[in-house]
Structure formats: structure tokens, C-alpha cells
């Protein structure tokens, strides 16, 4: 009989949608935007390199970043030979680089991409995706355009592509396509909104204090898409593998920030193990933290209306109750799968808001409530109207299913509720909890 995985301890070799390798977290320049903050020296060493690529099963898309990558040619170097002798299953890789590495070490890094694509090219892609003329060569090595940058983009693009093969194209950051309008309509090229920092600057390294920058966080779940056609979970969210080891769902933060909070360090356990873990502390699915962080940023605004500074705290405090309860949940029920967990204390939750809303919100009706929560919640689930006493069947047939071990306390759910009654932003409570949605 095939052993029972046991996912805290075994490793499971993942496909990986989008796997970022922080190449080296030097750099030559100090840009003013910078939120990675103080450079390091620290090139990622051959181990962690090995280790990394001993348990990926396939990679769509593999991103370098920094630091500088084209500091740390000897990295790059080896990261190709790796992928290669290991005959990794790798779709495309692209980089983003600074534009002023235009020396031996820059040439060491486009050879070793040449590599890198050639073999994309011959061993990975099929045959149709070659017939493609849509699709890009395999490789790309993109050259940051920004006023932030000391750099000269045009000389570093020309200096590149003098030693680019067909396999690696070059291009300017700045031509990137965003997605973004103009008031008038027109497309919005990534140079165009690299101006005042305003859609794109983030709170971490030398950013922190631009008046600008947003709140950002990289404090939510792991998510897996399920391949139905060759029964596989590849994993959704991106990751990152920093220099140094630690790994953290894939955001623009400060070296700062990742070292502190972080899923582990792949020379002490498996990646999937860590991701097994997280998943369970970090319960919430990357949406709703943006959504949070957001807010966050709306409430600090001293003119914001009464009324909309009201129901951004609530939905705040509801996403912090949110988390708390299913971490909290999870250590005093540990035996309770995530979906069922996941069903008490959505439905806990409801009934307490339920509660706390009759008293603060007497227009607003239980079945009002119910429904807006569970919609949010369960989304296409659940299409019958649901009354509260449907909801307390929820939580009482799962404590019944587990009726032997079922508990001795209220634990989670009468703190919760104590939390939900205080429906603000209690800052000593939270750190009394250690549990927080921004920390
Ligand atoms: S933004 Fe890039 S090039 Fe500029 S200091 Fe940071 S890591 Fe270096």
C-alpha cells in the first residue's frame, strides 16, 4: 500500500505557475524608489540553488530579480546549468535588470540566458508553440526605464542585444503594456505611470515614506489551481526564493520585510512543507488582504466622511475576525479539515455579526446580513436563502461529526465574539492576539 503523505514532513515535488528567484540582493545603484531599501551582499549560493530545483516538478514562468541580477553572473551561470542537467520542465523565463551592467559580467549573464533559451526552446516547447509567430522567444531581459534610475536604457538595449541569440529577446521595461487608460482612453504604457509613484509604489525600503506609496502585504494563503486534465495542483500564487534561503509569496517588498516574515528557509525544510503551514496561518486569499490594505490607506485620510470611515473600520474588523478565528480555529480544533473549518467559522462569524449589527444597525435586517456575508463568503455555493437557524445547524453538525473530540471550551468563538462586540480597531487587543491581518 503507497505510504499516506504526511504533508507537514514529506516534501511533494510542485508545479509552479510563477517561481521568483531573488539572484542577489546586491546592487550598484541606490535608487531613491527603491523598496527593496539597503542593498546586501549576498549572491544566492549553489545550495540553495540545488535545492530549489531538486523540488520543483515544472515551472511556467521563472522571473530573476534583486538586487541586481546581472551583478551575480556566476549565479546565473550556475542556475542555468542546473535547469539544464536536471532537464527542468521550464516554460519561460524573463529578468528585469538595471542597465548599467555593460561589461564581462552583463555579457556572462546574456550567454548564459542564450543557453537558457536555446534549451527552452529545443527540449520544452512543442511544436506548435514554435510554429506560433505570437510568441515571444523564450527568454526576455527587459531594461528598467524610470526617472529613478541612473541609467541609460537606449546604450545598455544596444549593448545587449549585440550579444543576444534569437532565443533571448531584449526590450525596454518602459514599452511594457499596463493595462491601464488614460482619462481620454488611451492605453497607459508602464513609463507613463512611473512618473509620481502614484499606482505602483509600495511602503517598503526607501519608499516607505513617499507620499504616495501604498500599503502592501504579502500575509495570504498559497493558492493551487487544479489541472483537471493531468490531475495536478500547480501552484497559483507566485513565490519567492530569496537569496539567502526564505520564501514568501512573491510581493514588491523590503529585504527587511521578507527576512522578518516569512514561510521558512529551504536549506532547513521542504518548500511544500512550508507552504502546507502557511496556508493554515495565513488563511485569508490574497483579494481580501489587498482589500484590507486598501482600506488602510482610504482611512488614514482626515477627510474622509464619517459614514465611509465607519464601514471601512467594520469590514477591517471583519477580515481580522476573519483570520483570527480560522488560525485561532485551526489550533483549538486541529482535526478539522480546512473546508469544514472553514464552514463554522464563516457561519460563527455571520452569527455574530448578526448580533452585534441588530444592536449598532437596527434598519438593517438578519436575513440582509446573511445574505451579504454569505454571498461574499461563498460565492455560487450556496443559492437557497439562509436563515439563522440554518447557519447554527452549520456549526452544530460539524461539531457533531466530530463529536468525540469536540471540545471542552468556546475557545476561538468566544473571543471572537468579545472581538466582534468591540467592532473597532483595538491595536493592544491585536497584539495581544498576535494576530493580525497588516501587522
Ligand atoms: S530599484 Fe533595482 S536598481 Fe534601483 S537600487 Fe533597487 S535593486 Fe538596485
Not at 30 to 40: F, K, L, P, S, V
Not at 286 to 309: F, G
Request: charged share 25%.
Amino acid at each position: 500500500m503507497a505510504k499516506q503523505l504526511d504533508f507537514e514532513k514529506d516534501m511533494v515535488k510542485l508545479p509552479y505557475a510563477n517561481l521568483m528567484l531573488e539572484i542577489t540582493r546586491k546592487c550598484n545603484l541606490e535608487c531613491a524608489h527603491c523598496m527593496r531599501g539597503e542593498a546586501q551582499n549576498i549572491d544566492m549560493p549553489d545550495k540553495i540553488l540545488e535545492t530549489v530545483f531538486n523540488q520543483v516538478e515544472q515551472i511556467y514562468h521563472l522571473s530573476l530579480t534583486g538586487g541586481e541580477p546581472f551583478l551575480a553572473p556566476q549565479t546565473i551561470e550556475k542556475m542555468v546549468d542546473t535547469i539544464i542537467e536536471n532537464n527542468i520542465y521550464l516554460w519561460r523565463c524573463t529578468t528585469v535588470e538595471n542597465g548599467t551592467i555593460l561589461d564581462n559580467r552583463g555579457i556572462r549573464c546574456i550567454n548564459a540566458l542564450n543557453r537558457l533559451g536555446e534549451y527552452i526552446y529545443n527540449s520544452v516547447w512543442n511544436e506548435k508553440t514554435k510554429k506560433n509567430l505570437d510568441e515571444k522567444p523564450p527568454v526576455t531581459v527587459s531594461v528598467s526605464n524610470s526617472k529613478y534610475h541612473n541609467n541609460n536604457t537606449r546604450k545598455a538595449l544596444s549593448f545587449y542585444k549585440l550579444y543576444a541569440n534569437q532565443y533571448l529577446a531584449i526590450d525596454d521595461q518602459g514599452e511594457w503594456e499596463t493595462g491601464l487608460k488614460d482619462k481620454q482612453g488611451n492605453p497607459l504604457k508602464n513609463k507613463d505611470i512611473k512618473g509620481n509613484g502614484k499606482i505602483w509604489l509600495k511602503k517598503q525600503g526607501r519608499a516607505e515614506n513617499f507620499l504616495n506609496a501604498k500599503y502592501t502585504s504579502h500575509l495570504y494563503r498559497v493558492d493551487f489551481w487544479l489541472n483537471k486534465d493531468e490531475n495536478k495542483a500547480c501552484v497559483n500564487t507566485s513565490v519567492e526564493i530569496c537569496s539567502n534561503g526564505n520564501v514568501i509569496p512573491a510581493e514588491p517588498l523590503s529585504f527587511k520585510t521578507m527576512d522578518s516574515k516569512n514561510m521558512g528557509n529551504v536549506l532547513n525544510e521542504p518548500i511544500s512543507c512550508m507552504i502546507y503551514r502557511w496556508n493554515w496561518n495565513q488563511p485569508l486569499d490574497k483579494t481580501e488582504v489587498m482589500q484590507y490594505c486598501n482600506n488602510m490607506e482610504l482611512l488614514e485620510n482626515p477627510k474622509l466622511p464619517d459614514k465611509k470611515r465607519g464601514e471601512l473600520t467594520l469590514l477591517n474588523s471583519y477580515i481580522d475576525s476573519k483570520k483570527t478565528l480560522l488560525v485561532a480555529g485551526h489550533k483549538d480544533y486541529p482535526y478539522l479539515s480546512r473546508n469544514d473549518l472553514y464552514t463554522a467559522a464563516i457561519a460563527t462569524l455571520i452569527l455574530m455579526w448578526c448580533k452585534m449589527l441588530k444592536n449598532t444597525e437596527p434598519d438593517i435586517t438578519e436575513e440582509d446580513i446573511i445574505e451579504l456575508l454569505i454571498t461574499r463568503e461563498f460565492t455560487g455555493n450556496y443559492t437557497k436563502k439562509f436563515t439563522i437557524q440554518d447557519l447554527k445547524k452549520i456549526v452544530d453538525n460539524i461539531v457533531a461529526k466530530h463529536n468525540r473530540l469536540v471540545i471542552k471550551n468556546q475557545g476561538v468563538f468566544e473571543y471572537l465574539k468579545y472581538r466582534i462586540e468591540l467592532s473597532t480597531h483595538d491595536v493592544k487587543y491585536y497584539n495581544n492576539l498576535k494576530i493580525s491581518t497588516y501587522d
